[in-house]
Structures are given as C-alpha cells and as structure tokens.
C-alpha cells in the first residue's frame, strides 16, 4: 500500500513522532544530548540575572541606537500613563 503525503505532511508526522519519542525519555537521557553550557544556560532566566545588577550596570554595553530605542519605548510609556 503507498501512502502519497506532502512535505508538509511529512514535516508534521515527524515533529509528532520526535515529541512522542522525547516524552517518553527520561530528563537524564535527555540532557545528555547538550553540552555542559547549553544545560548551564538552559537554567538562567535573564530577568533573575540582570535583578543582580544597578540600572546603570544593566545598560553597560548598549550601543547607542539602542539606548535610543529604550529612551523612545520609556517616552511612550510615560506619555501612555499622562493620558
């Protein structure tokens, strides 16, 4: 019997497959296809690191443009809260 399937089809019935088969692995087994670093970043949620440091310590590193970017979205921010 041929079954005749699209590549989207196809794409799907793999993504089905793989999520059947990584639920079924335990945590352990599956951590051991990442490296050291990838499991150690997996961890860190940013908004828990960057409460660690000043305001000012949190924009070191910004280029320019995007202070910018932060001074426009802070503006409409407090114009959105004067109306």
């Known amino acids: ?13 793999g993504k089905r497959w ?3 088969y ?3 692995l335990p945590v352990d087994e599956l951590l051991d296809n990442y490296d ?4 150690i970043l997996a961890q860190l949620k ?3 690191i960057l409460s660690q440091f000043k305001p000012q310590e949190r924009l ?3 280029k320019p443009q995007e ?3 932060l001074e426009d979205y802070f503006e409409k921010r407090k114009q959105k809260r004067e109306n």
């Open 1 to 13: 019997m041929d079954i005749e399937m699209t590549a989207e089809q196809v794409a799907d019935l």
């Open 18 to 20: 793989g999520n059947a």
């Open 22 to 24: 990584l639920s079924s």
């Open 36 to 39: 050291r670093r990838q499991k």
């Open 46 to 48: 940013p908004q828990e």
């Open 60 to 62: 070191t590193g910004l």
């Open 67 to 69: 202070l910018d970017e």
